[in-house]
């Protein structure tokens, strides 16, 4: 597969499978000595405290400044107030006997202040670059307060569409998440971590939350050790190697054993096999789940199982701090364990430039929601946006009246999607507000008709249809609010919520061409609505810049180049649904559907093959599909070699001519496949 790249009308480009540049941040040994230093003055307790880090607890409470001054908190995590944060690394820095800085931490997943899309919209560009400006901005942005770690990216492989946290990852492809991983791990180090405007990256979550049964949160995975290898590993170890700070663990188990307590993955894979040496942090109370997991009896062993199993710093389980020092006193884990724990996190802040730059420096300017951020993140959002269909209806030119409606036409709190924490809608630019301030000439009828995606009563939607009839053209905004996608929010209903169908057939029945502009957290199965209406665009919950960058792509500024990270299933039935389902030994052909199986017909199997009866073996749209308002011819493939040795690369290539005299972006897929043999 390759990523975007320009090509203007009748230019020809050919393509090539790459490999992704390793850009290791190794520490040196002068910093290694520091560590060491460090290390021979730290009491036991002092050690545990680096590996305990701990929520906001809205303030400076007296406690809290004794436990800072006697070390016993190495990092925090949702302390956004830059002068709280001024004023707790004070007491880390002064007061406490060795001085150690704290980090402080967020979940700066797609922006902190300009929402970019959801990682899983920024997926549909396929567009390395435009994914590390904005993690880089996200960065300059959270920085700006005193945030130097964040919690992303998510290089969780996701298959089933049920599972909210599809909407945080990029997709069901594993080179996919790979690339695009490591480009925002890019964008927020930097290739130096001691820029104070960088944060330090963090792959999570490790690994195979993705594959949680039914798609339902913190569910249960059985992964075997060669679909780990193949499919939910490699991003990690890109990651890994592209010099990621930080890894955290998943919440699931994996074949029976918790991922914060699993030796196999966290010591043999990460450590031992790739030799990292950042840092490896909970989850969110992620130690302490080991307990219903059934895996730890109690707290304690939960701390004893998370150590000897390489866990390096405790979210929010108080594991560590209430019991991992009486366990080394106890010899149930050796303090060379927790040595190592402590060595990885006074590495990251070494490398963050902590020890000799503590402080933020208060922004004499806003930093946020600059015009550049702004516009990179319009740009997300026009090359985020996949369109599906388009019956000669788009781009919309000549129109004098558009009808707005639908409930995400003007929800700027829901288009932001999910881990918008602390933007503010007031910055989001809804698909209404930007039709109305950047066409002037066109006359706009709105009303929302549903106030939200899962209003089931019908009462307003007559406004609606009302104004699709004074309308040239409607423009139908639906999906789901930002509430229904993200962590533990799965659905086992993935159709479109509340009356928006109901709503669809109102529109339809004005007889009016309809445009509808799907904005989500997820596939959202809707065969039946699309056949309803002229025209799709699908945006997974774009950000504050939804409503302009949408707008670019329905009046014509700029043309659809987007295309799906994941297949969208006709029915939720289909789930798990990917591209690169192994063949079965019978694969799909001769479908015969059930309403085509004649009453009382004999029961054989012969000739039968690997389908459902009632949604056969196709999607609704498969992976990579998204269509342009120019069209490009593909030549015959050709390789530089048929056969594909050990170290070696083949390269393969094609001339993509652009048939229609749009400049356009488009992206080329390959896809290989081995066989055995
Ligand atoms: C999530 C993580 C997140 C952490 C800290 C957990 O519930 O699973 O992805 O980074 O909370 O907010």
């Known amino acids: 597969m390759t990523f975007k790249k320009l090509v203007p009308w009748c230019v020809?480009?050919?393509?090539?499978?790459?490999?992704?540049?390793?850009?290791?941040?190794?520490?040196?040994?002068?910093?290694?000595?520091?560590?060491?230093?460090?290390l021979k003055q730290m009491t036991l307790e002092e050690k545990v405290g680096q590996l305990n880090q701990i929520n906001d607890v809205g303030g400076l409470p007296e406690d809290l400044k004794a436990q800072l001054a006697s070390g016993e908190i190495g990092s925090f995590l949702n302390v956004i107030d830059p002068e709280l944060i001024i004023e707790m690394q004070r007491i880390?820095?002064?007061?406490?006997?060795?001085?150690?800085?704290?980090?402080?931490?967020?979940?700066?997943?797609?922006?902190?202040?300009?929402?970019?899309?959801i990682p899983l919209g920024q997926a549909a560009s396929w567009n390395r670059d435009l994914v590390e400006l904005g993690a880089r901005i996200s960065a300059e942005e959270a920085s700006a307060i005193g945030i130097r770690w964040t919690f992303s990216p998510m290089i969780d492989i996701s298959r089933d569409a049920r599972w909210g946290r599809i909407a945080e990852s990029f997709g069901e492809d594993t080179y996919l998440n790979t690339e695009l991983g490591v480009a925002m791990i890019r964008g927020y180090q930097t290739d130096d971590?001691?820029?104070?405007?960088?944060?330090a990256a963090c792959a999570k979550h490790f690994v195979g939350y993705g594959a949680s049964e039914s798609g339902k949160d913190y569910n249960t995975t059985w992964i075997p050790e060669v679909q780990m290898r193949d499919v939910y590993l490699p991003p990690f170890q890109a990651a890994a190697e592209a010099g990621a700070a930080t890894f955290m663990c998943s919440f699931n188990d994996i074949n029976g054993v918790p991922s914060t307590g699993n030796k196999h993955l966290n010591i043999n894979i990460l450590r031992n096999e790739w030799g990292y040496d950042g840092v490896l942090v909970s989850d969110w109370g992620s130690a302490e789940n080991m307990i219903p997991h059934g895996f730890a009896h109690d707290l304690k062993d939960a701390a004893r199982i998370a150590a000897n199993a390489g866990m390096d710093v405790d979210m929010m389980s108080y594991a560590y701090p209430q019991h991992l020092a009486d366990l080394v006193r106890e010899g149930k884990v050796s303090e060379k364990t927790v040595d190592n724990a402590v060595r990885n996190i006074l590495r990251l802040k070494f490398r963050l430039g902590l020890f000799e730059n503590p402080y933020i420096e208060l922004p004499t300017e806003n930093p946020f929601y600059t015009e550049r951020a702004l516009e990179a993140a319009r740009q997300s959002v026009v090359e985020s946006t996949i369109l599906l269909k388009n019956e000669g209806v788009l781009p919309l030119t000549n129109?004098?009246?558009?009808?707005?409606?639908?409930?995400?036409?003007?929800?700027?709190?829901?288009?932001?999607?999910?881990?918008?924490?602390?933007?503010?809608?007031?910055?989001?630019?809804?698909?209404?507000a930007a039709i109305r301030s950047e066409y002037p000439n066109i006359t706009v009828n709105a009303a929302r008709g549903l106030e939200y995606s899962r209003v089931k009563d019908m009462k307003e939607v007559g406004k609606a249809v009302e104004a699709a009839r004074k309308s040239d053209v409607v423009l139908f905004f639906a999906g789901e609010e930002a509430i229904l996608s993200g962590e533990a929010k799965c659905l086992a209903n993935i159709s479109l919520q509340g009356a928006q169908t109901e709503m669809l057939k109102a529109l339809k029945a004005t007889g009016k061409p309809i445009v509808m502009v799907v904005i989500a957290g997820r596939p959202i199965t809707m065969g039946p609505e699309i056949e309803m209406v002229d025209a799709v665009l699908y945006a997974f919950h774009p950000g504050s810049m939804t409503g302009p960058g949408i707008a670019d792509l329905i009046f014509g500024k700029a043309i659809p180049s987007a295309k799906l990270p994941v297949t969208m299933p006709k029915m939720v039935g289909q789930l798990p649904i990917y591209y690169n389902h192994k063949n079965t030994g019978r694969p799909a052909n001769n479908i015969t559907y059930m309403d085509d199986i004649p009453y009382g017909a004999e029961q054989f199997s012969i000739g039968s093959t690997s389908y459902h009866l009632d949604a056969g073996d196709k999607p609704l749209y498969p992976f990579g599909y998204g269509l342009s308002y120019t069209t490009f011819e593909y030549s015959p493939v050709t390789l530089s070699s048929n056969i594909l040795k050990d170290n070696e690369t083949i390269t393969v290539s094609c001339d993509i001519t652009n048939t229609v005299k749009y400049k356009s972006d488009t992206v080329a897929h390959l896809i290989t496949r081995a066989l055995r043999g």
């Open 399 to 432: 129109v004098k009246s558009v009808a707005v409606v639908g409930p995400m036409s003007d929800a700027g709190l829901d288009q932001m999607g999910t881990w918008s924490l602390g933007a503010d809608p007031n910055f989001s630019i809804t698909p209404l």
């Open 193 to 199: 971590l001691t820029d104070p405007t960088a944060m």
């Open 12 to 38: 020809v480009i050919g393509f090539v499978i790459g490999l992704v540049a390793a850009c290791t941040d190794k520490p040196t040994n002068q910093t290694e000595k520091r560590i060491e230093a460090l």
């Open 92 to 117: 880390a820095v002064e007061e406490s006997r060795l001085g150690i800085p704290l980090i402080f931490a967020r979940d700066v997943i797609h922006g902190y202040k300009t929402i970019f899309p």
